[in-house]
Antibody, heavy 121, light 110 residues
Framework: EVQLVESGGGLVQPGGSLKLSCAAS????????MHWVRQASGKGLEWVGR??????????AYAASVKGRFTISRDDSKNTAYLQMNSLKTDDTAVYYC????????????WGRGTLVTVSS | QSALTQPASVSGSPGQSITISCTGT?????????VSWYQQHPGKAPKLMIY???NRPSGVSDRFSGSKSGNTASLTISGLQAEDEADYYC??????????FGGGTKLTVL
């Protein structure tokens, strides 16, 4: 089955760190760019960042709101992408979705169910 | 990168057609044919409905169509059905090699 499964969400204090994982199955993970998109409760979708494939030098890009605090990485041997979140703020509280763009395309065709991150003291 | 502009809500009766607009700039919507649309039901993950402005993925009803003029893209749903009631988001690739979403539109089927 083609799917993405996020894990690692939870409660963290402001200023803390958390690392999310996204396990992929059913498709050629190594060829896909992987993205993270978040959604605060009752709010819209916000693109967080992406990592490209090895063929594209694992290039990363981030939204201005998280640049310098969040880092996306991947382990193609484990078919897993990661989102390392540091210096967390209460505004980072959201459901975090893992999604992919197929090779050579710019749309998100496969989404995980999301994992909730709550930043609160 | 500012969010793309969508109306907060639209509504229509079963069988009618509605159109949701998505306005950006020449650095995103107007500069690339990489606009996509997503449907999201409460508590669910988004679902791709339209990609590259006007293309439908396999399995998506042909009642959904997309278009673009200048800096504004549009999603049209014809023959409204109760199950179309959901939130809809547009997205575009940008000149900063990032992506941006619209603020979302809540569709109510009366």
């Amino acid at each position: 089955e083609v799917q993405l499964v996020e894990s690692g969400g939870g409660l963290v204090q402001p200023g803390g760190s958390l690392k999310l994982s996204c396990a992929a199955s059913g498709f050629t993970f190594s060829g896909s760019a992987m993205h993270w998109v978040r959604q605060a409760s009752g709010k819209g979708l916000e693109w967080v960042g992406r990592i490209r494939s090895k063929a594209n030098s694992y290039a990363t890009a981030y939204a201005a709101s998280v640049k310098g605090r969040f880092t996306i990485s991947r382990d193609d041997s484990k078919n897993t992408a990661y989102l390392q979140m540091n210096s967390l703020k209460t505004d980072d509280t959201a459901v975090y979705y893992c999604t992919r763009t197929p090779l050579g395309y710019w749309y998100f065709d496969l989404w995980g169910r999301g994992t909730l991150v709550t930043v609160s003291s | 990168q500012s969010a793309l502009t969508q109306p907060a809500s639209v509504s229509g009766s079963p069988g009618q057609s509605i159109t949701i607009s998505c306005t950006g700039t020449s650095s995103d919507v107007g500069g690339y044919n990489f606009v996509s649309w997503y449907q999201q039901h409460p508590g669910k993950a988004p679902k791709l409905m339209i990609y590259d402005v006007s293309n439908r993925p396999s399995g998506v009803s042909d009642r959904f169509s997309g278009s673009k003029s200048g800096n504004t893209a549009s999603l049209t749903i014809s023959g409204l059905q109760a199950e179309d009631e959901a939130d809809y988001y547009c997205s575009s690739y940008t000149s900063n090699t990032t992506w941006v979403f619209g603020g979302g539109t809540k569709l109510t089927v009366l």
